[in-house]
Every structure is written in C-alpha cells, then in structure tokens.
C-alpha cells in the first residue's frame, strides 16, 4: 500500500505493506538511526517521534501512519533541541555507545520539553525504560537536568512547561 506521510519533515509517499513495521521500513528507507533490538517495545533503541512524542517504531505498523509526522534522529540532531541535550551530556562526560542514541535523546527532549524544571525523580522513572546501560542512569539524569537549564536559558528564560 502507498502510505502518506512526512519524514524529517519532507512529505513523502512511503510503499510498504500495512503489517510491516515502522522500524523495518525506516531502516530500509535508510534511516539507521533507528536500531534494532528488542522488537518489543521495551529498549528504546528504535524510538522516533511521532507527532512530537516519542514512540518506538518497533510497535507501530507502517500502515497506521497515514498523515503522520516522523522525526528521526538524522534530522533532530539538526536542531537546537538536540544542541542543548548533545552540550548537557558532553558537559557531564556522557558517550553514547551509538545503539541507544534515539531512545536517549528523545526521551531527554521530551522531558525537557514538557517541563523546564524536571524533578530528579521524575527523570529517573521516565528514563527507566531505556535497557542500555552504556550510561549510568545517576549520570543520565544529571545529564538531563542540565540540559533543561541549558535548553531554558537559550529559549530567553521563558519558560515553556509546567513549574
Ligand atoms: S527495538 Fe523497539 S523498543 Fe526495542
């Protein structure tokens, strides 16, 4: 089937089965950013975002993404979102083993997106869920909360989620 769609924000045709998964058709369509590895929604190696949320392709049929939008990280770490995490985790020695970059990264967006004031604990459960542990969660959390500060101060100090 021809599935409508934007990816990295061109507008694209996609031809793909309904039933394949989204993680299979990116890779093919050569977005390797998205990792392969638990195909069950559990590792966060294949997350992308969907309409601005996080979500891992290994769960989503391709079908279903009819009119979406699609972020992958080829081209989030274009933006000045991915600057401000990318500066907080060389600030504070994180590197990435390149395997779980996506989950990571937009994990750390969305909280920072949400709420510009992350509580440590709430960053602690949200990133939970991410199995690689090439990081330490103690230095991806203060990683995190630095990049809320770093991400509040380049928006102006204005601030854009719940205090
Ligand atoms: S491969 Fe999708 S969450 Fe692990």
């Not at 979102?81 to 500066?87: G, M, N, R, V």
């Not at 959390?141 to 809320?148: E, G, K, M, P, R």
Request: aromatic share 6%.
């Amino acid at each position: 089937m021809k599935i409508s769609c934007s990816i990295n924000n061109v507008e694209t045709l996609i031809e793909a089965e309904a039933e394949e998964r989204l993680l299979t058709t990116l890779r093919r369509l050569g977005y390797i950013s998205v990792k392969n590895g638990c195909m069950q929604g559990k590792c966060g190696s294949c997350t992308i975002l969907l309409d601005d949320l996080p979500v891992p392709s290994c769960l989503l049929y391709t079908g279903s993404i009819q009119n979406n939008a699609i972020v992958t990280l080829e081209y989030f770490a274009k933006t000045p979102d991915y600057e401000d995490i990318s500066k907080a985790f060389t600030q504070t020695g994180i590197k990435l083993c390149g395997f779980c970059n996506a989950g990571k990264y937009f994990s750390a967006y969305d909280i920072i997106k949400k709420n510009d004031r992350p509580l440590k604990e709430e960053i602690e459960h949200r990133v939970s869920h991410l199995l690689c542990k090439c990081v330490d969660n103690e230095s991806l959390v203060a990683a995190i909360l630095l990049a809320s500060k770093i991400r509040f101060k380049r928006l102006g100090g204005i601030a854009h989620g719940k205090r």
